[in-house]
């Protein structure tokens, strides 16, 4: 079984919409989660750290749930910028294992 | 915030010929560094793990002798593809983890290889 597992998408929604992504991780002791975005040939930024109380960055917010070990990233009115992959990291002792990414492209 | 510098961006070289890539932290020292690999469409795969003045921890099925990395200070590591092939034409991507107050972990700016 993956480390992390993520649906790859592609999700297409228009402009206004608001998204959600989901990503389980399989080690219960993984520690520390956080969403990356990537544009097409650039390297991943990161866009948020995730926490188990929830945490909200403007329309960005991002859940972490562990007893059924998935995080979550909703985005509300997506903008045209936000077309991009958004990839899930998690931290397990040493290692950081990523997801496939999932992508998103927002429609006019 | 944390930089990562990552050279050269992108490289074109013939089969058989090495490339060196370079990462370096410009404003944080980094005892490790990690090197990944994306092929297009997949995500990043985790090559090795550098480590500041000792051997890399490379993944399984990565090749040392193929994929060298060294990390001789606490601001660069390098990876050199030797002896290239068309199948190594990758993105390869490094990153580097900031301890302390700043905790980060930031991303180079990748280097695109096509190897022809």
């Known amino acids: 079984r993956k480390e992390v597992e993520q649906d790859p998408g592609p999700f297409n929604v228009p402009e206004g919409a608001t998204v959600a992504f989901n990503c389980t991780y399989s080690?219960?002791?993984?520690?520390?989660f956080f969403w990356y975005r990537q544009d097409c040939r650039k390297e991943p930024k990161l866009l948020m750290s995730?926490?188990?109380s929830g945490n909200e960055d403007g329309r960005f917010t991002a859940q972490l749930n562990r007893a059924s070990q998935y995080i979550s990233l909703l985005i509300r009115d997506s903008k045209l910028s936000d077309s991009a992959t958004y990839l899930c990291?998690?931290?397990?002792?040493?290692?950081?294992?990523f997801g496939t990414g999932t992508s998103l492209t927002v429609i006019p | 915030g944390a930089v990562v510098s990552q050279h050269p961006s992108w490289v074109i070289c013939k089969s058989g010929t090495s490339v060196k890539i370079e990462c370096r932290s410009l404003?944080?020292?980094?005892?490790?560094m990690f090197w990944y690999r994306q092929f297009p469409k997949q995500s990043l795969m985790l090559m090795a793990t550098?480590?500041?003045?000792?051997?890399?921890?490379?993944e399984q099925g990565v090749e040392k002798d193929k994929f060298l990395i060294n990390h001789a200070s606490l601001t660069l590591s390098t990876l050199t593809v030797t002896s290239a092939h068309p199948e190594d034409s990758s993105f390869y991507i490094c990153?580097?983890?900031?301890?302390?107050?700043?905790?980060?972990?930031?991303f180079g700016s990748g280097t695109r290889l096509t190897v022809v």
């Open positions: 990153s580097a983890e900031r301890q302390g107050p700043l905790y980060g972990y930031t």
């Open positions: 080690n219960s002791a993984s520690q520390s």
């Open positions: 995730v926490y188990s």
């Open positions: 990291v998690v931290r397990t002792g040493n290692q950081f294992y």
């Open positions: 404003d944080f020292q980094a005892t490790t």
């Open positions: 550098s480590n500041e003045g000792s051997k890399a921890t490379y």
